[in-house]
């Protein structure tokens, strides 16, 4: 089954309001989460990550917030842009046996109308 | 710097046929990744290398495709035979060794399976 899951496969948020991206995952053992950023025939950038041993980081309009007994995290993007329409992707590791690969989520299209 | 390049951008083949893709990595980057992208499944890590060394060879991936990392700046994944449910992008990504760093990935490859 899927490791890493985005139930919802789109989200339309009006300009200036707030993006909420969502992700759960299955493995106990994932310690660090991430977001990538994928323009439409463009390949996936990170935008913020975060380690299990914290609840929560911000980055000027992005916070990732973990929540680790619901197996969830996600991504408030405050102020939404035009430009920020995107697919996000959320990714999960786990470092055991010094293994850095991730496991990805199928995406969210996030569109931010004027 | 460079980033990530991938070559071809874009590969048609025959049921069959065998075809290799190239990717060369970031300077300096010692983990290197392999990935399938489809509107389906999403991202699929097809391989994973660190330090030229096999760290996970895709489980359900294994039997026709073959990745191979020869020196730290060049990486080939070799598709043998092609069928037409391998038509997607395959994506390359690499990263800094030492604990989870960004993936930087290349523009990817479209291929084709006819």
């Known amino acids: 089954g899927q490791q890493v899951k985005q139930s919802s496969p789109s989200l339309t948020v009006q300009e200036g309001g707030i993006s909420i991206l969502n992700c759960d995952y299955e493995?106990?053992?994932?310690?660090?989460f991430a977001w990538y950023k994928k323009y439409p025939d463009n390949s996936p950038t990170l935008l913020i990550s975060?380690?299990?041993?914290?609840d929560k980081r911000e980055d000027g309009r992005l916070t990732v917030f973990l929540n680790k007994s619901g197996k969830h995290f996600s991504l408030h993007i405050t102020a939404s842009q035009p430009e920020d329409t995107a697919v996000y992707l959320c990714?999960?590791?786990?470092?055991?046996?010094?293994?850095?690969?991730?496991?990805f989520g199928k995406g969210t299209l996030l569109t931010v109308t004027p | 710097d460079a980033g990530v390049t991938q070559t071809p951008r874009h590969e048609v083949a025959e049921k069959g046929q065998t075809i290799i893709l190239k990717c060369e990595p970031v300077?300096?980057?010692?983990?290197l990744f392999w990935y399938r992208q489809t509107k389906i499944q999403g991202l699929e890590l097809l391989s994973y290398f660190r330090s030229k060394s096999l760290m996970e060879d895709g489980g359900a991936f294994k039997d026709r495709f073959k990745a191979e990392m020869l020196n730290s700046s060049f990486s080939t994944l070799k598709i043998q035979p092609t069928e037409p449910k391998d038509s997607a992008v395959y994506l390359c990504?690499?990263?800094?060794?030492?604990?989870?760093?960004?993936?930087?990935f290349g523009p990817g490859t479209r291929l084709t399976v006819l």
């Open positions: 300077s300096g980057h010692n983990d």
């Open positions: 975060v380690r299990s041993n914290v």
């Open positions: 990504a690499s990263s800094y060794w030492g604990g989870y760093a960004e993936q930087f």
């Open positions: 990714a999960a590791g786990d470092s055991g046996g010094s293994n850095y690969k991730l496991t």
């Open positions: 493995n106990d053992m994932f310690d660090y």
